[in-house]
């Protein structure tokens, strides 16, 4: 296996495995950990993370990006997306990212990701990418977040394992590009494999609904919108809906 890979079948959430586990013992870099099932699996904004015992990829894996600072840390959300994206490419269409990280195919969510950073100074001393892949779950009972999986897609079961080595495979690739510095083809890439990169549509902010285009995402993460009037609007995280 490409990276140092730690299997346990049953534990809470592998982010917080990896955490315990990095706090006990010295951690090299890109250790992974990967569960068969999550008994409270964490997502964005204190959701809960579904999948059903063994058909999913459930893993965390950690960065030591010292050499980032904290005000890029926005890179490591969209090297993790790409990686992601491009491997779902090779099975099918389709697939996009959902500013700010999470992969969709057509309307519907295939993978959501949960990046926890530790700061030391200016820069970044630790973090935990978590990432929950729906692959081989045939049915899913809560319909939120409109979930779908590579098998509801295809129509086709996957070897689980063989998706994680290849995912880890673009990650280390695409972080090696960041440790030279060479961002400008990850943003481009990135912008380039937005959901709903092309024509209008609908947001909602705390101002109310309206139409806009994407413009592009700012190197701290904002997303740029340009609405019905040409004006533009900026948005962190959590500040904008998608309708
Ligand atoms: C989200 O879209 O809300 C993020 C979901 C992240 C889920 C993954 S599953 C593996 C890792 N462990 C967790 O507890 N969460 C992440």
Redesign the pocket.
């Known amino acids: 296996f490409p990276v140092p890979l730690i299997h346990i079948s049953e534990t ?5 495995y990896l955490q315990t586990f990095c706090a006990k013992e010295k951690t090299e870099e890109f250790t992974t950990v990967a ?1 068969d099932y ?1 008994t ?6 204190g ?1 809960s ?1 579904e ?1 059903e015992p063994h058909k999913n990829l ?3 894996f950690v960065l030591f990006p010292e050499f980032l600072e904290a005000r890029r840390q926005f890179l490591i959300s969209q090297i993790v997306s790409l990686a992601i994206k491009e491997e779902l490419d090779t099975y099918t269409d389709d697939v996009s990212i959902k500013w700010p990280n ?1 992969i969709y195919w057509k309307e519907k ?1 295939i993978c ?3 990046i926890e950073n530790d700061l030391m100074g200016r820069n970044i001393s630790r973090s935990i990418a ?3 892949i729906n692959i081989n779950q045939e049915e899913f009972h809560s319909p939120a ?1 409109n979930p779908v999986s590579l098998y509801q897609i295809t129509g086709k079961q996957y070897d689980i394992y063989e998706v994680l080595k290849n995912i880890m495979l673009r990650i280390q690739s695409y972080y090696n590009q960041l440790k030279k510095n060479d961002t400008s083809s990850i943003v481009a890439h990135y912008e380039k494999s937005l959901f709903r990169k092309e024509g209008m549509h609908r947001y909602k902010d705390a101002d109310g609904e309206f139409l806009a285009r994407i413009v592009c995402v700012e190197p701290e993460g904002r997303l740029i919108l340009e609405d019905e009037m040409q004006t533009k609007r900026r948005y962190m995280f959590k500040e904008v809906e998608y309708l």
């Open positions: 809470n959430s592998t982010n917080s569960a999550q409270s699996g964490r997502g964005q904004r959701n993370w999948s459930l893993f965390s999470d969510k959501g990701i949960l978590g990432i929950g977040p």
